[in-house]
């Protein structure tokens, strides 16, 4: 018996809990709310939403899934004509202000907030695609239900791929974000197999792919590894997702392998994975989205045992009720601004549905839960049936 087996049962029911909490947390509408209990976050985001349909895909819950895939399709068909005139406007080379971009999130109703926020980010309408495309592959199913928005999400991002935009945290909204383009390529190279959109669409998508490749590989060479943004150096735990899942480069490229080495010198601390260094939201704790994400690379590089200490860190720190928090204080950067944070806005979000998201999607990956993928596969075929 080896020394994970007294544990795989708390294991899976967190698996099971996270399922559950995400589920509770869907609106009729299909969108997710980010968190139930923090008020700036009771709002559903493309690039949260695409982690957490995935997740929820890979351990079978097909209906959820494309629930949320449904939702962002009909958020991105009641803005067609908006998108068309950006785009028109981008060709034309017509200024456009940021506040009149496509926003973040929504209410789950899918209308625009009405709260000032930091809106203006392209990687979740990359991001849902790239879901919607392992969606297709995984349970052999047809985008066609969700065509039209895809489609519309597809020319958004090819026609704005290279403009600077606010990164996963909402900052730096002056930069293009490496970890942001491998979203958009990601959505792109799917968009580019879709036989259910247009020929010009496929093409359009599928240069813009090959050529944020291209450019993210080139300005990496500067480095020997990828920044934070181009033309920087910092390092970023973002940059886990250019290779897993977004597979701009291969999980094995000695670029990926360099900004991992760098991710692990400067943001991990005994499992915990810091966002970058000089955060300072909440004091700067570890996110334990970005633990999932770390040990996701480490079982794709075959680093498997690292893989599982990632899984029990993140189980580690959920509550006795089996919510994940996003971040935890066992490592604060900036422990002096923690408090600021609480009188601002509170406890920190707990549960956040992105942080169960990434924990299911790592224990499915090491097989935690795949007698409950099983039964949830055939739970569908019996509703198909």
Same mark, same amino acid.
């Given at each position: ?93 017509? /200024? ?9 999130? !929504? ?31 995984? =349970?052999?199913?047809?985008?066609? /239900? ?30 293009? =974000? ?63 997702? $250019?290779?897993? /899942?977004f597979a701009m480069l291969p999980a094995d ?14 943001? $991990? ?27 996701? =690379? !480490? ?31 066992? =490592? ?14 509170? /406890? ?33 075929r019996s509703r198909a049936g």
């Amino acid at each position: 018996m080896s020394e994970r087996e007294p544990q795989r049962a708390q294991l899976e029911h967190l698996a099971r809990r996270s399922i559950e909490i995400i589920t509770a947390n869907q609106a009729p509408t299909g969108a997710y709310l980010a968190s139930p209990n923090f008020p700036v976050y009771r709002y559903s985001w493309f690039r949260d939403g695409a982690f957490i349909a995935d997740a929820m895909s890979r351990a079978g819950e097909i209906t959820s899934a494309e629930a949320f895939f449904s939702w962002c399709a009909g958020v991105l068909e009641a803005r067609g004509e908006r998108i068309a005139a950006l785009i028109e406007r981008r060709l034309a080379g017509a /200024p456009i202000d940021t506040s009149e971009f496509l926003h973040a999130r !929504y209410t789950v109703d899918g209308r625009e907030t009405g709260e000032e926020w930091t809106d203006f980010q392209l990687d979740g309408y990359g991001a849902w695609l790239w879901a919607l495309d392992e969606h297709r592959q995984r =349970h052999r199913r047809s985008i066609e /239900p969700f065509a039209a928005g895809a489609a519309l999400s597809a020319a958004y991002v090819a026609a704005f791929r290279d403009h600077p935009s606010y990164d996963w945290w909402e900052e730096n909204p002056d930069h293009r =974000h490496t970890s942001t383009l491998a979203a958009i390529h990601a959505g792109l190279r799917a968009a580019a197999s879709w036989p259910e959109l247009s020929t010009d669409l496929r093409s359009t998508a599928g240069q813009g792919a090959a050529e944020l490749a291209e450019l993210v590989r080139a300005d990496a060479a500067r480095l020997g590894r990828l920044p934070k943004w181009l033309g920087g150096d910092a390092v970023d735990a973002s940059l886990i997702a $250019v290779a897993t /899942p977004f597979a701009m480069l291969p999980a094995d490229d000695p670029l990926v392998a360099a900004t991992i080495e760098a991710v692990e010198e400067r943001l $991990v601390h005994g499992g915990g994975v810091h966002r970058y260094l000089g955060d300072t939201y909440y004091g700067g704790g570890e996110w334990l989205l970005l633990a999932a994400l770390l040990g996701w =690379h !480490y079982a794709a590089v075959g680093r498997t045992e690292e893989a599982w200490a990632q899984l029990h860190w993140v189980a580690a720190h959920a509550t006795p009720d089996g919510e994940l928090p996003e971040q935890v204080d066992d =490592h604060l950067l900036a422990p002096e601004r923690q408090v600021e944070w609480r009188r601002r806005w509170g /406890p920190v979000a707990t549960p956040l549905l992105w942080s169960h998201a990434m924990y299911l999607t790592l224990a499915v990956e090491l097989g935690v839960v795949a007698p409950l993928v099983r039964r949830c596969r055939a739970r569908a075929r019996s509703r198909a049936g």
